[in-house]
């Protein structure tokens, strides 16, 4: 192994700490886990998809229905089909059932593992956008960020359109290499091309035509702002479709087929969250404030890197925050809004930071002058500790709710109190871990070396995570 292979290793090995440690707890009792993990339960205990025993399901509109389906093409939930979602998460989590029996573990491990895997498809898509050492940290930031570990360690569609987003946009980048002949054969490119337009069907079953939003977003901002395109003839692009519309449109037509007014159903849930689905609405500029809440603990490094990339414009780099910005921009007119659904962007907010990070430690070693790179790093440091110690609050006494009435002042006060009244117990071990962690980065007896430093901090970021 070479030092590059042994470093992934060693990302590897942390991610999984992160993502499977307490992946059984707690259990499943919110919605959207619960109506992925039922319904997938449903399709495993019908038997395997091509004997499946048929379930009734009430598929009427005005009036009750019951029709004998297979519920692995009509997911089943409660009694009636479960449509609003396409079916790729579901059958995930059914085909971990019929090997290791229904359970939260085996419902939330297909996301566990996209989030492993999606290590080093951070690190060869970041690797194509700003270079081999930004690539390194890139890694270690996407592990080490507490968004990106708490929503691979769901069970919900998310991960899963967030993970081949990702791939797509890797296979993309790989495309797009300039270096080679003018013409390239098509069969040297032909598993690239063919790895692209898998993703983009299977992103298409894991959550529908937002899938191609996100994917096309990307290509078009490459090609007008960072003037990035594959060398490829039409029958490549015009194969690739055919192979999408082969995985996709089956299931779509069989549905169709069997099922009344589904468009309807499908049209409510896509077209309508910009128009009449108004559940859940949100005001226009919810996520305004949430990209800084998905970015911790980076989220200093994180705005350092957007003033580096705005204040320097790289076409490789200005690219990418431009799509994060118009794709941010798309989902604020939507009525429904989520940190979730923000997860497809974070490759790009990794992107940011580790560029930050990456250009911090060029600095501090002298090859610019300069101490404003140690000094943001201990700005980082410092928001890791206080991100340590709001961990450790939570541990001790779970979420806070605020009642009407309350000031800031009350709120510190009854944290105070509760954290005390739990002192010399278990959790109190915790809490010191935890901010033991968080203090590691500032040791710099220990770690004299600028990237040794930063090493340290994300260790001690995907301990608290």
């Known amino acids: 192994f070479n030092r590059r292979a042994l470093f992934l290793l060693g990302c590897a090995i942390l991610g999984a700490a992160a993502l499977l440690f307490r992946l059984g707890r707690p259990p499943i009792v919110t919605s959207h886990e619960a109506r992925l993990a039922e319904t997938a339960v449903t399709m495993a205990r019908s038997g395997l998809p091509w ?8 598929l009427g509109v005005d ?44 419902a939330r491990l297909p ?108 290509i078009a901002v490459g090609v007008f702002v960072g003037r990035r395109r594959p060398r490829l003839e039409w029958s490549a692009h015009a194969g690739g479709v055919v192979l999408v519309m082969a995985i996709t449109l089956p299931w779509v037509l069989y549905v169709v087929m069997t099922v009344p007014r589904v468009l309807e159903v499908w049209r409510f849930e896509s077209v309508g969250e910009f128009a009449d689905n108004v559940r859940n609405a949100r005001p226009w500029f919810f996520y305004l404030g949430a990209v800084f809440q998905v970015s911790l603990p980076w989220t200093a490094l994180w705005l350092a890197g957007l003033w580096l990339a705005l204040r320097r414009p790289r076409r490789a780099m200005l690219a990418p925050i431009l799509w994060m910005a118009c794709m941010i921009v798309i ?31 060029a600095w501090a070693r002298g090859r610019l002058p300069g101490a404003w790179p140690k000094l943001l790093l201990d700005a980082q440091a410092i928001l890791g500790i206080i991100f340590g110690i709001g961990i450790a609050a939570l541990a001790l006494t779970g979420p ?46 220990a770690c004299r070396s600028i990237e040794r430093r930063a090493v340290v901090q994300s260790v001690a970021y995907i301990v608290l995570s």
């Open 400 to 445: 806070i709710v605020r009642g009407q009435g309350q000031t800031l002042g009350d709120l510190v006060h009854q944290l105070v109190l509760r954290v005390g009244s739990r002192v010399g117990s278990p959790f109190a071990l915790a809490a010191a871990l935890a901010a033991a962690a968080a203090l590691a980065p500032l040791l710099r007896v």
């Open 331 to 361: 989902l604020s007119f939507a009525h429904m809004k989520k940190n979730a659904y923000l997860l497809p962007l974070m490759p790009v907010q990794t992107l940011i930071a580790a560029r930050a990070l990456a250009m911090a430690c």
């Open 111 to 218: 996301s566990a593992m996209m989030g492993m895997a999606g290590i080093f498809l951070v690190y060869g898509f970041v690797r194509e956008l700003a270079g081999r050492r930004t690539a390194r940290f890139a890694a270690l930031v996407w592990v080490s960020t507490l968004f990106v570990v708490d929503e691979y360690h769901k069970a919900m569609a998310d991960p899963y359109l967030a993970f081949f987003t990702l791939i797509a946009l890797w296979t993309w980048m790989r495309l797009c290499r300039s270096a080679g002949p003018p013409r390239p054969v098509l069969s040297q490119r032909l598993p690239w091309v063919a790895a692209f337009y898998l993703a983009v069907a299977l992103a298409l079953l894991a959550k529908g035509p937002v899938a191609l939003l996100l994917i096309a977003g990307f």
């Open 63 to 106: 009036r009750p229905h019951l029709q004998a389906v297979n519920p692995w093409l009509i997911p089943v939930y409660e009694g009636g089909a479960r449509l609003q979602k396409p079916p790729l998460p579901y059958w995930c989590a059914a085909a971990v059932f019929l090997v290791l029996g229904p359970s939260e573990f085996a």
């Open 51 to 58: 004997a499946a025993q048929s379930v009734s399901v009430d």
